[in-house]
T-cell receptor, first 114, second 110 residues
């Protein structure tokens, strides 16, 4: 168990809808990262927050947004969903303020858009 | 320039054999090269990592070989076991960003 908790584990929704994925980082970790993993694809970095502030942005679509709350949990909001958004979404956390190889990953949320 | 190319996409190895996964990069600014292991239904977990000033790092049955001049690095799994069956990702770090390869699905048969 990495100590990073993601909910829900599975999510099925229709095109055009909006969903929110939640991540609770390891105790004490200030950084949260979001990644997207599509079928046969590697891990695509989406966005990073550090202690409530956006720190880095990757290949995140404008339809997607995230935030980190004062209790350090984070939410990834995906709107106007398309079939191509179906993927595994991972959250990772680390104690450092940079995207670190020592980041610990949650078990992911599998999003299916139908 | 910021890509990390990983091969093969899938690998089947008999128990006790050696599994070899290769990665190549172009950006000489990469300064840290970790490997991640991912089991089905789980998130990736850091397995082993190397810095470019080292040519080899070994941890148990897992070894990273690094060739700076060729801009290539590889993961060797000695005495592969069925429990090693997983997807392996190489990655490279630049400007505190991790760039991942596309992954290799390893299956080890008894």
């Amino acid at each position: 168990d990495s100590g990073v908790t993601q909910t829900p584990k599975h999510l099925i929704t229709a095109t055009g809808q909006r969903v929110t994925l939640r991540c609770s980082p390891r105790s004490g970790d200030l950084s949260v990262y979001w990644y997207q993993q599509s079928l046969d694809q590697g891990l695509q970095f989406l966005i990073q927050y550090y202690n409530g502030e956006e720190r880095a942005k990757g290949n995140i679509l404008e339809r997607f947004s995230a935030q980190q709350f004062p209790d350090l949990h984070s939410e990834l909001n995906l709107s106007s969903l398309e079939l191509g958004d179906s993927a595994l979404y991972f959250c990772a956390s680390s104690a450092r303020g940079v995207q670190s190889a020592e980041a610990f990953f949650g078990q992911g949320t599998r999003l299916t858009v139908v | 320039q910021q890509q990390v190319k990983q091969s093969p996409q899938s690998l089947i190895v008999q128990k006790g054999g050696i599994s070899i996964i290769n990665c190549a990069y172009e950006n000489t600014a990469f300064d840290y090269f970790p490997w991640y292991q991912q089991f089905p239904g789980k998130g990736p977990a850091l397995l082993i990592a190397i810095r470019p000033d080292v040519s080899e790092k070994k941890e148990g049955r897992f070894t990273i070989s690094f060739n700076k001049s060729a801009k290539q690095f590889s993961l060797h799994i000695m005495d592969s076991q069925p429990g090693d069956s997983a997807t392996y990702f190489c990655a490279a770090r630049v400007s505190d960003k991790l760039i991942f390869g596309t992954g290799t699905r390893l299956q080890v048969f008894p």
